[in-house]
Structures are given as C-alpha cells and as structure tokens.
Nanobody, 126 residues
C-alpha cells in the first residue's frame, strides 16, 4: 500500500532552519504531484508548497522566499527546506501525494491529494 513517511521535524528558535523529508513507497512516484501542508493547533490544515510531477513549484504567500520544496525522483522523496522560521510556522507538517494529471503546481491543493503521511511536528520558539 502507499506510504508517505515524514521526518526532520523538531524544535528550533525563530530565525533557524529545518529540512523536512518525505519518503514515498507503494506508488509510481513520477506520476504524482507532491505537496506539503500544515495544521497549527486550533486551525484548519493549509497549503504550504507543492511540486508537480514535471517539477513545477508553487508555495503559499506566507512562506515565499523562506521555504523551498524539491523532489528527488531517484529516491522517491520530497523535501521542504525551511529557513528564517517564525513562531507562526509552528504546526504539524504533512506530506501528501496527488494531482496525477497536473503539470502546474498551482493546481495542487488539499482537494486533489490522494495520499497523506502522518505528519511531523515543527515547533518554533521566539
């Protein structure tokens, strides 16, 4: 079955960096768009960044210039490099796969993700 396993979360001070990884198995990775989403306590899950199966990237305005998504098809993995972290970035971060037919990452969102990981917690202290 499809498995998405996130790693790399942790606690960091404001201004610091973290790199999240997501290892995918049980699917033809190159067919799928991949995304990172987050959910803060008491809030709804929100889009962070996505990369399409063709490599198109898109990120939320709140993280533009600070977070970078990338994928390595040879490793069936997707990454989220997070720099200049802020306390408001504190959340559980989820990796997801979906949007098989989309080549533009702008079209990838919560509604067209088919598979989800269990999440990894990122805590940013001030």
């Amino acid at each position: 079955q499809v498995q998405l396993v996130e790693s790399g979360g942790g606690s960091v001070q404001a201004g610091g960096s973290l790199r999240l990884s997501c290892a995918a198995s049980g699917l033809t990775f190159t067919y799928y768009g991949m995304g990172w989403f987050r959910q803060a306590p008491g809030k709804e899950r929100e889009f962070v960044a996505a990369v399409s199966r063709t490599g198109s990237q898109y990120s939320a305005d709140s993280v533009k210039g600070r977070f970078t998504i990338s994928r390595d098809n040879s490793k069936n993995a997707v990454y989220l490099q997070m720099n200049s972290l802020k306390p408001e970035d504190t959340a559980v971060y989820y990796c997801a796969a979906g949007g098989k037919y989309h080549t533009n990452a702008r079209n990838l969102g919560i509604d067209n993700m088919e598979y989800w990981g269990k999440g990894t917690l990122v805590t940013v202290s001030s």
